[in-house]
C-alpha cells in the first residue's frame, strides 16, 4: 500500500517507480517490470524493441520543433539487489515492497528499496509519459541482469542505439556529475574437504553474527564498513582446537556482507571462557567500526553437529579467510581521497557438509593495476588448495573531463541552482564502461538523486533530491 505521505510531485516519476516497488524484479527476472515499461510505450504509441536477452529500447520521437537535434540514448537497469533483515519475512521474487517515509528519507521496510536503478528508470518513463516537456529524439535503453555481473549490458546489441550522447541516472549523490567509472571482475573458488565424527570431548556452538550496515561493495568500499566474514574467522582465531561444522555469510558478489553463521566444536576445556573472548572481541570490534555498524549483536548458543573438519582443515579455512584481501587497495592520486582506484570484496562463504564456497569481485580504473592483486589471490587461493573460477570481467569508463557533455552540465547546473557540481568517477561498475565499448564515439554523462545504503537493507532516497534531479534532466534534454 502506497504510505499516506508518500511524495506527490514530480508526479510520473513518483507514480512510476511506485509501481517499479510493487512489481518484483530480481536479476534475471525482469519480464514483468519489463512488460510494465513496454505497455507505458504502447499506450502511447511508440515503437520498441527488444534483444536477445531482453535489453529494451524504446523509441520516443522528438518533441515539436526539436526533430533535427539528433538523438540522446537515455540508460538504465531494470533489476535490483535482493537483500533484506534475517528477522524480515520477505518473498522477493513475489511480494512488493513495503515503503516508508520517515525523516525526508523514502525506504522499504527492512529490504532493499530498489532506488538504484528504479528512480532513474522511473525518471526515463516520466519523460515518455509526461507529453508537456521538450526533447529531441529519444531512446530509452532499460537493460537487464545489471546487479549481477552487469549481464544485459555486456549482451546488447548496439545496433539497436542510433544516439551519439548517453544520460546514465544509475549515480547516487545529487549536485555531482560522474563521467568515469571502475571495470569489474572476480572468482569463485571451491573445494570440498572430508568430514569426520566428532570427538566425545568436543563441545558445540554456534555463532550468529548480524547487524552491520553491509552495503555497495563499490562506492561503499572505502567506508571501513565491518565485514562479517572478517569477524567471525577474528572470532574462530581465538579458538584453540577449533573444527569447523558450517560457515555461511554474504549473499552477493557486490555486496558487502553484514550478516553470518559459523557452527563449530572446540575441545570442552576451550570452551569455557568461549563467551568471555566474544564479549571481550565485540567491545574492540565497536571501538573501531564506523557508526553505522554499532548495531552489531553477536550471540554464540550451543549447537550440535555429525560430522565436523578437522583441525587441519579447519584451520586451512580459517587461515585463507583471515588471510584473504577485503577493503580499498589504492586510492587515486589526482581525484579526491575518497575515490579508490582498486579494491576487492570478500563477498560470500559458504561450508556445507565440507563442501567449500568463496566469492569475490575485484573493481579497478586501470586494467593493468588489478594484476598483481589477481595473482596473489589467486596464488593464496591454491594455497589452500582450492580450485579458482575467474569471472569474467567487464571493461570500466575512462574519465573524459573534456566532454562537451559535462560541459554542458556543469553549465546549466550553476545557472539552475547556483552552485558548482562535483566532477567525479565512482568506485563502482555502472554500465557505461561497457556501453562505450560498444559504441566509442558515444558521449556519456552520469548523475542522479541521493540514494544511501545502496545494495543493503538500509537503503534510502532522500526525496529533496528528486525534484532538482529531474529539473536538471529535463532542461539538459530541451538545450541539446
Known amino acids: 500500500m502506497k504510505p499516506d505521505n508518500y511524495p506527490q510531485q514530480p508526479s510520473h516519476i513518483w507514480e512510476h517507480f511506485y509501481q517499479f516497488t510493487r512489481i518484483p524484479r530480481p536479476s534475471k527476472e525482469e519480464a514483468a517490470v519489463r512488460q510494465y515499461v513496454i505497455d507505458q510505450a504502447e499506450a502511447l504509441g511508440h515503437r520498441w524493441q527488444l534483444d536477445d536477452v531482453g ?42 515492497l513495503a515503503l516508508e517515509v520517515a525523516d525526508g528519507w523514502l525506504k522499504a521496510d527492512r529490504t532493499t528499496l530498489g532506488a538504484d536503478n528504479g528512480l532513474g528508470c522511473a525518471a526515463a518513463l516520466a519523460l515518455m509519459t509526461d507529453t508537456s516537456l521538450d526533447h529531441p529524439s529519444l531512446e530509452l535503453l532499460f537493460t537487464v541482469d545489471e546487479e549481477t555481473g552487469l549481464g544485459g549490458a555486456t549482451e546488447l546489441d548496439p545496433s539497436m542505439l542510433s544516439g551519439d550522447r548517453m544520460l546514465n541516472l544509475d549515480t547516487e549523490d545529487w549536485n555531482e556529475l560522474y563521467i568515469g567509472c571502475t571495470g569489474g571482475g572476480g572468482w569463485t573458488f571451491t573445494r570440498s574437504f572430508d568430514t569426520v565424527a566428532p570427538g566425545a570431548e568436543l563441545a558445540h556452538f554456534c555463532l550468529n553474527l548480524k547487524g552491520l550496515a553491509g552495503g555497495h561493495s563499490g562506492i561503499q568500499i ?15 582465531q581465538s579458538v584453540d582446537g577449533v573444527q569447523l561444522v558450517s560457515f555461511e555469510a554474504g549473499v552477493a558478489h557486490n555486496v558487502i556482507p553484514r550478516e553470518g553463521e559459523v557452527y563449530f566444536a572446540c575441545p570442552a576445556s576451550a570452551a ?179 540514494i544511501r545504503g545502496a545494495h543493503s537493507p538500509t ?15 529535463t532542461a539538459l534534454l530541451a538545450e541539446m
Not at 579497478?364 to 598483481?372: C, G, I, R
Not at 557505461?432 to 541521493?450: A, W, Y
Request: proline fraction near 6%; glycine fraction near 6%.
Open 272 to 450: 569455557e571462557r568461549l563467551q568471555e573472548r566474544l564479549d571481550a572481541l565485540s567491545r574492540q570490534w565497536l571501538g573501531y567500526l564506523p557508526e553505522a555498524d554499532h548495531g552489531l549483536s553477536a550471540t554464540l548458543a550451543p549447537a550440535d553437529a555429525a560430522e565436523v573438519l578437522s583441525v587441519n582443515n579447519s584451520n586451512t579455512v580459517i587461515d585463507l579467510l583471515a588471510a584473504f584481501p577485503h577493503g580499498a587497495q589504492s586510492y587515486n592520486l589526482k581525484q579526491p581521497a575518497d575515490l579508490v582506484d582498486l579494491s576487492i570484496n570478500l563477498a560470500r562463504v559458504k561450508l556445507i557438509e565440507g563442501e567449500f564456497l568463496l566469492q569475490s569481485s575485484l573493481r579497478f580504473f586501470n586494467a593493468d593495476q588489478k594484476v598483481p592483486l589477481q595473482r596473489s589471490v589467486e596464488s593464496l587461493a591454491r594455497l589452500a588448495g582450492l580450485e579458482v573460477h575467474r569471472t569474467e570481467g567487464y571493461p570500466g569508463w575512462q574519465p573524459d573531463f573534456s566532454s562537451p557533455l559535462l560541459a554542458r552540465g556543469k553549465a546549466l547546473h550553476r545557472r539552475l541552482f547556483g552552485v558548482e557540481p562535483a566532477v567525479k568517477a565512482i568506485h563502482a561498475g555502472l554500465e557505461c564502461g561497457i556501453l562505450k565499448s560498444k559504441k566509442p564515439d558515444v558521449d556519456i554523462l552520469s548523475f542522479g538523486p541521493t
Open 459 to 473: 537503503e534510502r532516497l532522500e526525496i529533496a533530491t528528486v525534484a532538482p534531479f529531474w529539473q536538471l534532466l
Open 222 to 236: 572505502h567506508e571501513q564498513l565491518g565485514s562479517a566474514v572478517k569477524l567471525l574467522v577474528d572470532f574462530l
Open 55 to 96: 535489453n529494451l529500447v524504446v523509441y520516443v520521437p522528438a518533441s515539436a520543433g526539436m526533430e533535427s537535434r539528433g538523438t540522446v540514448i537515455v540508460q538504465n537497469h531494470l533489476d535490483m539487489v535482493t537483500v533484506k533483515t534475517s528477522d524480515k519475512t520477505h518473498d522477493f521474487h513475489r511480494d512488493p
